[in-house]
């Protein structure tokens, strides 16, 4: 079938829907699903020239699938970079960046809120293969300066934060990155193409979970890593064809689909995720609500400038309450009475997630690293979805108008 080619300078909105579709000989409407583990070559010849790179074709689906291939360009599209490569999870897209990026001898510093298997990867298992992370302050650039060394090779930054949504400040990362020659990675896993494309504000490299929002039903687990030829499709790449981190064809299909909803769903999630964080702040047993659309947030303006005016599906509120002890059973309280959210860890989901973080994400840190981080025993984390917001309000309200 001839393909009608799209124009140029299509809008976000078109290429979500439209950009990397490859039909098939059956001129199939959506998105073909390439369920395969390898290609059948028409000849040795041909064969011989696929495998040695001297002619374009699919071979083998751990070195290319052309449904994989979907996901990478409309991803890449959607976040301005030149390319991306999907991985098999958001872990082993941070896995793939690290063993590509770093060497022994190097050094990173990043955010001491990151994603909690983040912090273990870099701040334990890396350390086996001679790479020493400095963990500092998110929201204080100053920081992130001083613990910047002549090894530096890294600085790893994710805005906004899990459970606290505190902001890393992406442009001057990246100027103070780049005055040094050092590279910046984003995680952008939270917030989407659609809050904020970090290669815009000048990262290097833009990493994904794409399980998370990108997904945003809750299927299937799926990462990226976006950025540049040279170094996504030359180095990330030809690493990606020894190393096997490759995202299934099934997964890549699912997180496609995805991202044709994904404008809408974070546009909807974030405006509920507001007028929730609205309301909970007037509530009287709430202490303080965490949310960047919030003229109360201290990083209130910065959001509102990176985040393309919206402050995202996730917010978090403390619970009052006396000690320490009945702040926790006040907030177990809050989310046991819940009947519409579900009680799980998962979060940019279209069903609104409510978490206890210092029980479960953050369980395994010691009081003191806790209070530290500031995720007190009365923190609840929502990740709000689609449903109806009156249905929330009245869901959160069964637990805190009934605290003791
Ligand atoms: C979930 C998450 C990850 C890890 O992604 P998986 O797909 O679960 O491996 C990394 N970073 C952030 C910010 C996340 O929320």
Sequence with gaps: MTERRLPEGL??????????????????HSEALYLTSSFVQSDSESAARRFANEEPG?????SANPTVASFERRLAALEGTECAVATSTGMSAILLMALTVLQSGDHVVASQSMFGSTLKLLGSEMTRFGVETTFVSQTDVQAWKDAIRPNTRLLFAETPTNPLTDLCDIAA???LAH?????????NSFSSPVLQRPAQLGADIVVYSGTKIL????????????????LVDKVMGTFMRSAGLNLSPFNAWVVLKGLETLALRVRAQSAAALELAQWLQ???????????????????ALAMRQQSGMGGAVVAFDVAGGDAAERRANAFHVIDRTRVCSITANLGDVKTTITHP??????????????AAGIGQGLVRLSVGLEHIEDLKADLARGLDTLA
Excluded: F, K, N
């Excluded at 699919?58 to 751990?62: A, H, L, Q």
């Excluded at 997904?215 to 040279?230: H, K, L, S």
């Design 282 to 300: 007037q509530h009287p047993r709430v202490a303080r609500v965490h949310y960047p659309g919030l003229a109360s947030h201290p990083q209130h």
């Design 173 to 175: 990362l990246a100027a």
């Design 58 to 62: 699919y071979t083998y689906t751990r």
């Design 215 to 230: 997904e945003g039903q809750g299927r299937v687990m799926a990462g990226a890593v976006c950025g540049t030829e040279a």
């Design 11 to 28: 809008r976000p909105e078109t290429l979500a829907v439209r950009e990397a579709v490859a039909r098939s000989q059956w001129g199939e």
């Design 358 to 371: 210092a029980s479960t994400s953050h369980g395994r840190l010691s009081e003191e690293q806790r209070q």
């Design 179 to 187: 005055e040094r020659g050092i590279l910046l990675a984003v995680d």
